[in-house]
């Protein structure tokens, strides 16, 4: 059984950074696609970044040159380094996981398409 947990959120000014972690139990990232959604209150759950098992990755326009994403292999752990967040960035950050189908780092990747596992979220809060 995979089980992901998120970490990392808070409140934060407009402008700052925030790095975000989700450590993984139950699998490799060596054989999945990870990524990280977000939900913000009355909108639906969108994709911002993911990394492939290649290290490949892939953002939306977004957050593209603001977010990125890594993973460390050796400590299980995902990670998204946020800079100049503003305040469209508040939202629950999600990690997903789902297995490995070639569609990871590309724009359908963003998609919440076969993401078979789930963290229970992480809030992040920017106020201007």
């Known amino acids: 059984q995979v089980q992901l947990v998120e970490s990392g959120g808070g409140s934060v000014q407009a402008g700052g950074s925030l790095r975000l972690s989700c450590a993984a139990s139950g699998h490799t990232y060596s054989n999945y696609c990870m990524g990280w959604f977000r939900q913000a209150p009355g909108k639906e759950r969108e994709g911002g970044a993911t990394i492939d098992t290649d290290g490949s990755t892939g953002y939306a326009d977004s957050v593209k040159g603001r977010f990125t994403i890594s993973q460390d292999n050796a400590k299980y752990t995902l990670y998204l380094q946020k800079n100049s967040l503003n305040p469209d960035d508040t939202a629950m950050y999600y990690c997903?996981?789902?297995?490995?189908?070639?569609?990871?780092?590309?724009?359908?990747?963003?998609?919440?398409?076969?993401?078979?596992?789930w963290g229970q979220g992480t809030q992040v809060t920017v106020s201007s």
């Open positions: 997903a996981a789902k297995p490995q189908d070639g569609l990871c780092s590309r724009p359908l990747g963003l998609e919440d398409i076969g993401y078979r596992y």
